[in-house]
């Protein structure tokens, strides 16, 4: 009987256990490239730096040094200067708009057209009309005065009568008409500019108080000491008014009507 060679059985036992896996070892070739190409370029970098800066005399690179330094420091100065001048610019227009909210103007086509026909400020119509009413044309105070320019009864008919328009068409309830009570109202501040010789501060005083006031504060040295200019208002509520009234004034010049020029009286 034949004994099989062991040869065969080895072969059979290697293809039942299947083919053997080889590793394929790690390849570091690449990495190690890139590494000594990353430390040729930082080689030369800093050689690249030793030639160009630390190779110039120590003057020159003070100065360099310097020059960095201010060019610094003037971009620092202009930007924190443009920040501030956008601050301050930012801060101006809003008071403007405060300050525009708190003086509005309606009705300006009237008062315009009735200022200038008595050789009037518009700006001081507005701003009478502003302290009287706030531009309310039903306002009506505890004393009966009515409209924008809170006329009273009395100097309303006086009014109607000198324009000629007391007859039976005229009534005390057309003060609740703006443009009615605005010609009117204009025409009555005309006069004590007339009266006054336009001092601003006489025509307030007067149609805030009576003419019979103020004529008897001129007339007397604790308040004016030429008769003529009214130095001192004696009453507080008066002087309180005219300062108000002056005030608003200027503000509608400044924004409404910067070169308005009043045109000839009406005759």
Known sequence: MNTPSPAPQRRRRAQQDGPVRQETPVRQEPVRRRAQAGHRQAAFDRAFEHSIFERMPTPVRVLLITLCVAIFFTCAVGITRSYL??????????????????????YAGFITQYA??????????????????SYNPEAESRLGARGLMQLMEDTAGWVAHK?????????????????TNIRFGTWYLGYLSRRFGGDATKIVCAYHAGQGNVDAWLKNPEYSSDGVTLDVIPTQDTATYAARVLHARDVYRKYYFPSATPEPAVP
């Open 116 to 133: 200038m026909a008595q050789e009037l400020d518009p700006a001081l119509v507005a701003a009478v009309i502003l302290c009287e009413s």
């Open 163 to 179: 324009l000629g328009e007391d007859g039976e068409g005229y009534s005390f309830d057309l003060l609740y008409d703006p443009e």
């Open 85 to 106: 001048q956008a601050q301050e610019e930012r801060r101006r227009l809003e008071a403007e708009a405060a300050e525009r909210a708190q003086h509005p103007l309606q």
